[in-house]
């Protein structure tokens, strides 16, 4: 049985946030690449799952059934076969030559003169395809380097515009960590979530197109990288697949099936390195899924000992003073909570795993409908994100520029332009909808 709400129950919370930020300020101060991922998260979370045992009142074996319990709760346990299968698919679609085909198809269609533009929309297809911005950001950087260098574009700026497709991408696609932990935390379907998103993620996108429009970079044609273009289309099959309302476990299996056998029959790609590359994909997965288990058992113990009960209440008491409207505060709540989890976190998908809960609570007492809490959890995740200097993204694209990753964080200009959609439309009141509506439209 809960306990009523407790400001203690958030101790190891506190600590595993405190261990995560502390040790990475420390690198990062100390001039260590990466500074913020030095100490993996799921040993980060190790000794708050210690403490949150040694706080709860329950019998011994009680609170080891009650962490269990959270570990193997239906959620966690989905989203990381997910996690697994999406690994897979990256994996093995980009050993068969999937990016290399991704990138050339959107040269050969997008005039040198909107380059910027052009890379934009390559990130953020690329990222929607492959379910993650740093994969996108590794396969796109040393390409879109070379074309930078080549055509004289501040590559700070283009350094920036890459970041800001990647995080487009993350934040819709299928098959990205967030969107899968957003939609099982706020018990939606993806696609719904993903319907509820592209009202917010589209004018945001379009505004960014129309300040990318206006840089001409036409003076120095790219060169275009040789590439099967039929090897583009497993990424647009599960696309299209997933937005008609398959299965996601059925879509990511057709996904992996897919891609091999486009590349068995294009460019020799043999079984033995199928089987390889699918492992290495569920190997890619492995801190996430980890840290997916650990951090639904400690949610269990934290929720059962009163912490995200005081959490919710909390921030519901802030929202009430400074919003009238239930579903306004709703929104603000999930979009407040998340953003600053985040900031602490310096991860997106920590950020939803963390903030989903107390997120869904929010939603449930201000009657938004889930595909709402889900996409606002998933919009300020990635809005942080991608904007963030000490966040992945800006780091990994630092390194590879030449550049400081504040340099980047600066230049991330479709991040601010979708945080500030968003803030505009929740004002407004416009993407907002009751969990009975949404119900009865599903």
């Known amino acids: 049985m809960n306990q009523p709400a407790s400001a203690k129950a958030l101790l190891p919370l506190l600590l595993f946030l405190s261990l995560f930020l502390g040790v990475g300020v420390y ?57 697994l299968l ?41 990222s929607t395809a492959m379910g993650t911005s740093m994969g996108t950001l590794a396969a796109l950087a040393p390409v879109a380097l070379g074309l930078g260098q080549a055509a004289d574009i501040d590559l700070a700026l283009l350094a920036g515009v890459l970041v800001s497709g990647s995080m487009f991408g993350d934040n819709l696609s299928f098959i990205s960590d967030t969107t899968i932990a957003a939609t099982r935390t706020q018990g939606c379907a993806m696609s719904d979530k993903f319907k509820a998103n592209l009202k917010i993620a589209l004018p945001a996108a379009a505004i960014t197109l129309i300040w990318l429009f206006t840089y001409d970079t036409g003076a120095v044609p790219p060169k275009i990288p040789e590439a099967n273009l039929w090897l583009a289309l497993p990424y647009f099959f599960i696309i299209v697949l997933a937005v008609l309302g398959l299965n ?38 492995q801190e996430i899924f980890l840290l997916s288990l650990l951090i639904g058992g400690l949610s269990a113990l934290i929720r059962q000992q009163g912490g995200l009960q005081f959490l919710a209440d909390a921030v519901g008491t802030v929202t009430k003073r400074l919003f009238k409207h239930k579903q306004q505060r709703a929104a603000f709540g999930v979009a407040g909570l998340t953003a600053l989890t985040n900031f602490a976190v310096a ?41 963030l200097p000490y966040g992945a993204q800006a ?31 929740i004002i407004w009141r416009k993407p907002l909808e009751s969990r009975a509506s949404s119900t009865a439209t599903a």
């Open 248 to 285: 996601v476990f059925a879509v990511l299996t057709l996904g992996i099936i897919l891609a091999a056998a486009f590349g068995m029959a294009t460019v020799d790609y043999q079984w033995v390195a199928f089987s390889k590359d699918i492992y290495q994909g569920f190997t890619s997965m």
């Open 86 to 126: 999406a690994g897979a698919f990256s994996t093995v679609a980009a050993a068969t030559g999937g990016v290399d085909a991704m990138v050339a198809l959107g040269l050969n269609v997008i005039p040198p003169q909107f380059l910027l533009l052009g890379l934009f929309i390559i990130a953020a297809v690329v």
């Open 347 to 387: 991860n997106n998908t920590v950020t939803i795993l963390l903030s989903g809960e107390v997120s869904k609570r929010l939603a449930e007492e201000g009657d938004l409908a889930p595909r709402q809490s889900a996409s606002l959890l998933d919009i300020f995740a990635c809005v942080v994100q991608g904007a």
């Open 27 to 83: 690198f990062q101060v100390t001039g260590v690449d990466y500074a913020f991922y030095q100490l993996n998260s799921p040993v980060a979370i190790l000794p708050a799952i210690i403490l949150a045992v040694l706080l709860s009142k329950q019998a011994f074996e009680e609170r080891i059934n009650t962490f269990v319990a959270g570990v193997g709760e239906r959620n966690i346990v989905t989203m990381c076969m997910i996690y």
């Open 395 to 425: 780091l990994l694209m630092g390194a590879s520029f030449g550049l400081s990753p504040l340099e980047v964080s600066l230049h991330t200009g479709y991040c601010f332009i979708l945080g500030g959609v968003s803030l505009a439309m």
